[in-house]
């Protein structure tokens, strides 16, 4: 608790400027684990695409012959995911080193099970929650976003979901 508190104070006292960038590229860990870039198309409106490893979990039922069968596809995945999604700024601190912002957007993407089961497609509407710190003397964001949302996934011409898809997750990225 004492470092994340230094951390921020030592953020608060950087000259700060938060989402006045058009494109940053970074890592990202958390449920997805990889490589993501960050594009400000206009002021509230953004493209996102990850590439990395997570965990995908996504209870179902499809139907096949006589009757329903419940399937699970529950493993860790490499997936490919980009994300358009509508972001509005909801508050940025009077010292000005910190932007949260709000929004909702669409996502489709690949996943390969590391398993080896091949690949899937996915869709899905999420919701869009996150704060992000930005320096003017270093041309790094560091952020956290939560991306609840609704899933589904495509396996073999087979519809698994829908589900609860979420995403929690820190970036740091580099702005340019």
Known sequence: MKKLFLLLSLMATIS????????????????????????????????????????LS?????????????????????????????????YTADWGNMNAF?????????????????FAGKTGANILMGVEFGSNNIPLNFGFDFRPGYGMTFFHGIVIGPFFDWALAASIRYRF
């Not at 989402?19 to 990889?34: A, D, M, P, R, W």
């Not at 096949?64 to 999604?85: H, K, M, R, V």
């Not at 709000?102 to 091949?118: A, T």
């Open 16 to 55: 700060i400027s938060a989402q006045t960038y058009k494109h940053s590229f970074g890592i990202l860990v958390g449920s997805y684990n990889g490589f993501s870039y960050k594009t400000l198309v206009s002021e509230n409106f953004a493209i996102q695409a990850d590439l990395g490893v997570g965990f």
């Open 102 to 118: 709000m929004g909702g957007g669409v996502s489709l993407g690949i996943h390969q099970s590391l398993r080896g089961s091949g």
């Open 58 to 90: 996504a209870p179902g039922s499809y139907f096949i012959g006589p009757g329903f069968i419940q399937a699970s596809e529950d493993s860790w995945n490499f997936y490919a995911n980009p994300n358009l999604s509508y972001q509005k700024t909801i």
